[in-house]
């Protein structure tokens, strides 16, 4: 089949796509599984069926993007939901995220769509190009792609009108989903087809414009004729606009820029656009005509001079210079073409270049960026150090003008790649994320009543310190922010929040948000949280949706408190100790709890493997401290995870203050050699630090197999500088060197033991020395052997000497 340009056949590489994470939960939280229909138009009331797991307690929904209002939420059972709801006449189309709440927790997200266009399902039989199914021009199909199908629609169009096709498959995040869609002629000829569309990911975008009335046909298939029941997708089928790029990618806060968007028909178009006042990313959806684009082209917004990309720019002396920071904006056109711009630096100025190609424009151009001299030279180079995107950071040696270059590393163009360029001093900025109790699991916060839960929080601080203060805006009534401070010297807290045990069962989607101290430098972060929904080769994230916001609920009472016990001494460098956790259980619950710390100072170590039996209301969680361990005190607070209802739920204990101090004692071995089957000493230095305020005991211990020590515990008393181990080696003790041997000191006081183990010591086992011989007894004399008899002569000999002819021996 003939193949077109770019305009009409937009096929783009895509890395292969091997996995797909769901976006579920924890495995025992509520989950979604699919809704029917996948999305809903606006302007409209709607009945949807949410099919997961452990949902006949559902809430509410929790929607990211305003413009949908749940009228009623009826369980049919645990795994099946009825919901009325009402979409907004302006609500936004493109993709939504959403979670459900229930009494016992939160779902994980899913994606739902939205259109402004009328909905139809997808009607079987459409499998055979002869039967399509007859679709109306501006509609939105909802439809399944099963093993090895192929759907097919007709569509009427007027000669020059244009027909364009936007398909959301893969981003559903319902089914690992690689889309195909092609629009044909009433001879089965190929006119258009897509892929993967760099601007919607792994689904696909074409466009046609008829040379003369007729039907046309739309092909949708995966693209290896796989398919299931859960493959399910939303056609776009119309003459709406649908931009590839829009030029220049952004602009100043509040500030309207003249624009010129590219269609995926390969029209072109000036559009004002009006930018927001919020600094960040905008999602601007093109109208024109009165007709609406499936889904947004996303712009930056940020405080900086923008400046649009002019050809020719071959003469790189009479480029106009241009102050930073600065944005430069444009497209690699043509195959093998490079874009030049010039701008002033100062000596030991550092200045950063991003660009914003594949990342946030969702560009083909896979960027490639240089620094030279104005008058010649490289000085430095990036292709993707940004992500997928260039990123360079560079000092500049002396006051003058320099030139940034952008290509494709490939040497690739098009109307469509298009790019953004920032250009400005490293900035100071604060990010705040939240660890994964499960990988690849977004983290939600669910308060039971009367207890509290813990997240690992981190705060990633870019060029600026000082301390921070924490909130959480319009958390559900009944909560509280237990740790509201995050110090200068801490990158990571446990966030803690508790429930008040009246707290009515709510959730909610929280701003979680850092700030500077009045007097700091006033530096202001928000939450950024990545849920994956698409996994490539290697975990790589393909796919999924990013939040300012953090899932919270109050849920039900559980069966069961924990308590983690204050301990009352220090943990030492090179010690351990214990936490002690004890549970309360209501009278009939029995049930297995599993224990685990949120996290671990650093070089430190907890086990994670220690759970409460039944039957049983206390366990201790072994706790190792290296020799480099922070010191300082520490909150520290441990997860408990059990069944409740129809769920494994999560708490978090109370918090401890666990001081870690540096060790008290240094010890110097020497190499110990013992024969096996004797006695030997192992000697060790002494070196008490400081007063170890209680009574101390020292002992040896990794002695290899056969090895006994005589004098198991040595006591501590002033002035004492040499520990002498008197040890027995067995004579069957296997020989060799044993690098193995530690001292462990304990420190007993009131509060408990202070437990310091530090090593090591070598022991070499030798055999013992061989025994002398005795002298063997002297040889007898042999007597000399008798000479040989002589040797009888024949008869012919006999004659022979007789005559004399033969003579004696």
């Known amino acids: 089949m003939k193949r077109m340009s770019w305009t009409t056949s937009l096929r783009y590489s895509a890395a292969m796509v ?71 006449e302006d609500c936004v189309p493109g993709l ?39 679709i109306a021009l501006n509609s939105t199909i909802n439809g399944v792609v099963t093993t090895e199908d192929v759907d097919y629609y007709a569509v009427e169009l007027s000669a020059g009108q244009k027909l364009t096709v936007e398909l959301e498959g893969l981003r559903l995040g319902t089914e ?19 892929d993967d569309a760099p601007l919607l990911q792994q689904d696909c975008v074409c466009s046609y414009v ?105 003469d790189r002396q009479s480029l106009p210079v241009h102050d930073t920071p600065v944005a430069f904006n444009g497209v690699l056109e043509e195959p093998g073409d490079v874009d030049w711009f010039k701008i002033r630096a100062r000596k030991d100025q550092t200045l950063v270049c991003n660009v914003y190609g594949r990342r946030v424009l969702r ?61 400005a001093p490293p900035q100071r900025s604060l990010t705040l994320t939240i660890d994964e109790l499960q990988r690849y699991i977004s983290q939600t916060v669910e308060v039971p009543q009367g207890a509290q839960m813990a997240v690992l929080l981190r705060a990633q601080r870019a060029n600026f310190g000082g301390d921070l203060a924490l909130r959480l805006e319009g958390m559900p009534a009944g909560l509280e922010l237990l740790t509201p401070t995050i110090a200068a010297n801490q990158s990571y807290i446990p966030l803690m929040i508790r429930a008040a045990a009246d707290a009515p069962p709510d959730a909610a989607l929280v701003p979680l948000i850092a700030e500077t101290l009045p007097d700091g430098p006033g530096v202001r972060g928000e939450l950024n949280q990545r849920t994956m929904l698409v996994r490539g080769q290697n975990n790589r994230d393909m796919w999924g949706h990013d939040a300012n916001r953090l899932a919270v609920a109050v849920t039900e009472k559980l069966p069961f408190q924990i308590e983690l016990v204050q301990p009352q001494v220090p943990v030492v460098r090179d010690g351990s100790t214990h936490y002690v956790v004890r549970v309360v259980r209501d009278e009939g619950y029995n049930e297995r709890i599993y224990l685990r710390a949120l996290y671990n100072p650093s070089g430190l170590s907890a086990s994670g493997s ?48 666990l001081e870690v101090v540096d060790s008290f004692f240094g010890f110097q071995f020497n190499k110990s050699v013992v024969q096996t089957g004797q006695s030997g000493v192992i000697p060790v230095g002494l070196e008490v630090k400081r007063p170890p305020e209680g009574k101390v005991t020292f002992e040896i211990v990794g002695l290899p197999a056969g090895v006994t020590c005589d004098n198991s515990k040595i006591e501590w008393s002033e002035g004492m500088e040499q520990l002498s181990f008197p040890i027995s080696v067995a004579a069957d003790a296997r020989t060799g060197q044993f690098k193995t041997l530690y001292v ?35 040889e007898e004399k042999k007597p000399a052997p008798a000479a040989p008899a002589a040797k009888p002569l024949s008869r012919l000999e006999q004659l022979r000497k007789a005559k004399g002819l033969l003579q004696d021996d």
């Open 18 to 88: 091997v996995v797909l994470a769901t976006g579920w939960a924890l495995g025992d939280d509520p989950a979604i599984t699919r809704f029917d229909p996948p999305g809903l138009q606006r302007g409209t009331e709607a009945e949807w069926v949410i099919s997961g797991a452990r949902l006949d307690d559902a809430t509410e929904l929790l929607f990211y993007d305003p413009g949908v209002e749940v009228l009623e939420i009826k369980a049919e059972n645990a795994n099946r939901l009825r919901v009325k709801v009402r979409v907004a």
């Open 96 to 134: 939504h995220a959403v979670r459900l709440a229930t009494r016992t927790g939160i779902s994980n997200l899913r994606y739902f769509g939205v259109t402004a266009l009328p909905q139809i399902e997808e009607q079987e039989p459409n499998s055979d190009f002869e039967q399509p199914q007859k």
């Open 176 to 194: 690992f989903f690689d889309p195909f869609v092609a629009i044909l002629d009433d001879q089965r000829f190929e006119l258009a087809s897509s």
């Open 210 to 314: 008829a040379e003369k009335a007729g039907t046309y046909y739309i092909e949708v298939r995966e693209s290896a004729f796989g398919g299931n029941d859960r493959c399910q997708y939303r056609l776009h089928v119309g003459d709406f606009p649908r931009p590839l790029m829009i030029v220049p990618s952004g602009g100043r806060p509040g500030e309207t820029i003249q624009a010129t968007l590219v269609d995926a028909s390969g029209e072109t178009w000036q559009e004002s656009i009006q930018l927001p006042e919020t600094p960040g990313e905008f999602d601007y959806l093109a109208v024109r005509d009165g007709k609406v684009a499936p889904s947004p082209n996303r712009l930056r917004v940020v405080d900086m001079t923008n400046v649009v990309h002019s050809e020719p720019d071959d």
């Open 363 to 423: 560009s083909p151009v896979d960027s490639w960026l240089e620094i030279h001299k104005a008058t010649g030279g490289r000085l430095a180079a990036n292709d993707d150090s940004g992500g997928p995107d260039s990123q360079q950071s560079f000092k500049f040696p002396e006051d003058g003008e320099y030139l940034i270059a952008i290509r494709d590393q490939l040497f690739e163009g098009s109307p469509i790649h298009g790019y953004r360029i920032e250009v």
């Open 610 to 657: 220690v759970r409460i039996e039944p039957g049983q209301n206390e366990a201790q969680i072994p706790v190792t401290a290296n020799s480099r361990a922070a010191l300082g005190t520490f909150p520290v607070t441990v997860l408990a995870r059990a069944k409740s209802r129809n769920a494994n739920v999560w708490v978090a204990s109370n918090f401890i203050n």
């Open 744 to 778: 462990r000191a304990t420190i007993s006081r009131p509060g408990g033991d202070i437990v310091q183990t530090t090593g090591t010591g070598e022991l070499q086992l030798v055999p013992p020395p061989p025994q002398p011989q005795a002298s063997p007894p002297a």
